[in-house]
Antibody, heavy 120, light 111 residues
Framework: QVQLVESGGGLVKPGGSLRLSCAAS????????MSWIRQAPGKGLEWVSY????????YYADSVKGRFTVSRDNAKNSLYLLMNSLRAEDTAVYYC?????????????WGQGTLVTVSS | QSVLTQPPSVSGAPGQRVTISCTGS?????????VHWYQQLPGTAPKLLIY???NRPSGVPDRFSGSKSGTSASLAITGLQAEDEADYYC???????????FGGGTKLTVL
């Protein structure tokens, strides 16, 4: 059973930074593309970022481009999201998910999410 | 405003059939990209329900089915059960945005 556990969420002031982590276990992490997806309180899902298996290909939603940086460490089975210049509209639960970009771009396994609150 | 359009809500009585539509455009569903569906129970993470337009992951009941035609897709749920009450999201890939896109979500109420 694939397990993904996010951490690093919390309360941060506008303009601040936060680094999210996603620890993967029970599967070969380096074999999977990964994505971050977020959900603002009471709202729908929004894809945030994608990273390829080696980290050589990275994509971002326009809403976070230039402010967020995705990375991974396959040796540590971990995915990261560095979020800078945070805004109130970045307040959301952030999920990491396995991304089947090779099979039609769907997300088959999700973590439980970590809440990021941007407020003064 | 979501790239994919879903009705905000649908409802049905136990045992009935309901459908949820998902409308896209020529840069996503109409471009031939697959549509996928997720179920989100209250307070939990989304769960993959349908992938590749009509395929069910292991463990998903065959009461759930998906279809796609042109720039639209649909999720059908037959034999409605109380446990089906949840939010449902469609998702595809958009070539213009170079990323995945979601519908705004549909809240299913079992009467």
């Amino acid at each position: 059973q694939v397990q993904l556990v996010e951490s690093g969420g919390g309360l941060v002031k506008p303009g601040g930074s936060l680094r999210l982590s996603c620890a993967a276990s029970t599967f070969t992490f380096s074999d999977y593309y990964m994505s971050w997806i977020r959900q603002a309180p009471g709202k729908g899902l929004e894809w945030v970022s994608y990273i390829s298996r080696s980290g050589g290909a990275i994509y971002y939603a326009d809403s976070v481009k230039g402010r967020f940086t995705v990375s991974r460490d396959n040796a540590k089975n971990s995915l990261y999201l560095l979020m800078n210049s945070l805004r109130a509209e970045d307040t959301a639960v952030y999920y990491c998910a396995t991304d089947r970009a090779d099979l039609g771009y769907y997300f088959d396994y999700w973590g439980q999410g970590t809440l990021v609150t941007v407020s003064s | 405003q979501s790239v994919l359009t879903q009705p905000p809500s649908v409802s049905g009585a136990p045992g009935q059939r309901v459908t949820i539509s998902c409308t896209g455009s020529s840069s996503n569903i109409g471009a031939g990209y697959d549509v996928h569906w997720y179920q989100q129970l209250p307070g939990t993470a989304p769960k993959l329900l349908i992938y590749g337009n009509r395929n069910r992951p292991s463990g998903v009941p065959d009461r759930f089915s998906g279809s796609k035609s042109g720039t639209s897709a649909s999720l059908a749920i037959t034999g409605l059960q109380a446990e089906d009450e949840a939010d449902y999201y469609c998702q595809s890939y958009d070539s213009r945005l170079s990323g995945s896109v979601f519908g705004g979500g549909t809240k299913l109420t079992v009467l």
